[in-house]
């Protein structure tokens, strides 16, 4: 038999509806016709997905499907299509989890950096790092910049656009990029700090193309993509080409039902993140602490030789909240705090300081 990915899927249904719906889930995520009318035998044998095991779960039941890796093609697209593709149209089953057989990663670029390489831009070797966000969409690129180099000389390691920033008449990509990092390099200038800005990437493969040749012109390293917007064989095309570390961002990650873990720490792992944003418990969005350590690990676990990945937790931290959040994630991690620094108002450069300082001594 073909290697085999176990994808752990739940489904709710009636107890004596549970063997069908398992079989007929293996059928759709596999061959998605009825096995009786296959008479290829290696389809039968290497192709068709089996069921391993069906347990209950609560109300509902967990299933775990052997499915043939090389169905997969090596290829990000494919790889979810095959876990999930036309069963995330049946709302009563949700993707749990995946385990992969060995060299099974090898096919796929995993991170460029990681963890070790976004240190050493920011020149930070055991310390957690710090983050925040230029807002709101709608300023003006003087104003995002004037934002950018007040977070600089407060000493914030990694300056990132808000993800609703993009290629908008109010603050276009190839004029806001360049003044942000001028304004970075100003005051990295006056500080001796080494701030980084990771501006937003968006669009089709054309558009991103060209964004990326003005970030690096303008001497950015850093690129903040959304994977599930700009669709993931796209991510693992700009990892693969565009020379830039990727923080991905999770918006539109929640709108099927895949487990966190999996698609924000494993999955974008996988396909050429370096670090990956996620909701961190007690802020704006319902993440669990459970589910926010998961994202973690599976992002820094060893996995094959991939590089580990930095969790950065957000969504409505607060500084109040660091002595917290490194306890949970440890060093390797950046917490990100943005609408809450600049909520200060006139206070955001003394406020941001008191951020970079309560990570740097905790």
């Known amino acids: 038999m073909s290697a085999r990915i176990l994808a752990t899927y739940r489904i709710a249904c009636a107890a ?3 063997e069908a719906r398992a079989r007929a889930l293996a059928a759709e995520q596999s061959v998605e016709m009825p096995i009786e009318a296959i008479r ?3 389809v039968l044998g290497e192709i068709v997905a089996t069921v391993e095991s069906v347990r209950p ?3 509902a039941f967990e299933v775990i499907l052997g499915l043939a890796a090389e169905t997969t093609g090596g290829e990000a697209a494919q790889l979810v299509n095959m876990l999930f593709g036309n069963c995330s149209l049946q709302p009563e089953v949700e993707l749990l989890d995946a385990d992969f057989p060995p060299g099974f990663a090898s096919a796929f670029p995993g991170p460029a950096h990681g963890i070790a390489g976004l240190r050493e831009r920011v020149g930070a070797t055991s310390r957690a790092l710090t983050g925040t966000a230029l807002k709101p969409q709608g300023s003006t690129v003087e104003h995002l910049a004037k934002l950018a180099g007040t977070f600089a000389r407060a000493g914030i390691d990694v300056i990132k656009d808000d993800h609703g920033l993009a290629d908008q008449a109010f603050s276009p990509f190839a004029e806001r990029v360049p003044a942000v990092q001028r304004a970075i390099d100003a005051a990295n200038g006056e500080t001796g700090g080494r701030t980084i800005y990771a501006p937003t990437f968006s669009g089709g493969p054309g558009a991103l193309a060209t ?3 003005i970030a690096r012109d ?3 390293g850093v690129a903040l993509v959304a994977p599930m917007l700009v669709g993931l064989p796209v991510f693992v095309e700009m990892r693969r080409t565009s020379g830039l570390a990727l923080l991905a961002h999770p918006a539109f990650a929640g709108a099927s039902r895949v487990a966190p873990a999996l698609l ?3 999955l974008f792992r996988l396909f050429g993140a370096d670090a990956t944003i996620f909701p961190n418990h007690g802020g704006r969005f319902g993440y669990t602490r459970q589910a926010c350590l998961a994202i973690a690990a599976a992002a820094r676990d060893p996995w094959e030789g991939l590089e580990p990945v930095l969790p950065v937790p957000a969504g409505g931290m607060s500084v109040e909240r660091v002595d917290e959040m490194i306890s949970d994630y440890g060093t390797d991690t950046m917490l990100l705090i943005g609408g809450a620094l600049l909520a200060a108002g ?7 300081r008191e951020f970079v300082r309560r990570v740097r001594n905790t």
């Open 16 to 18: 004596n509806e549970i």
């Open 40 to 42: 290829d035998p290696r």
């Open 57 to 59: 779960s609560g109300n």
């Open 211 to 213: 964004q990326a040749a």
């Open 218 to 220: 303008c001497g950015v």
């Open 264 to 266: 924000l720490g494993r």
């Open 346 to 352: 006139d206070d955001l450069l003394g406020l941001s």
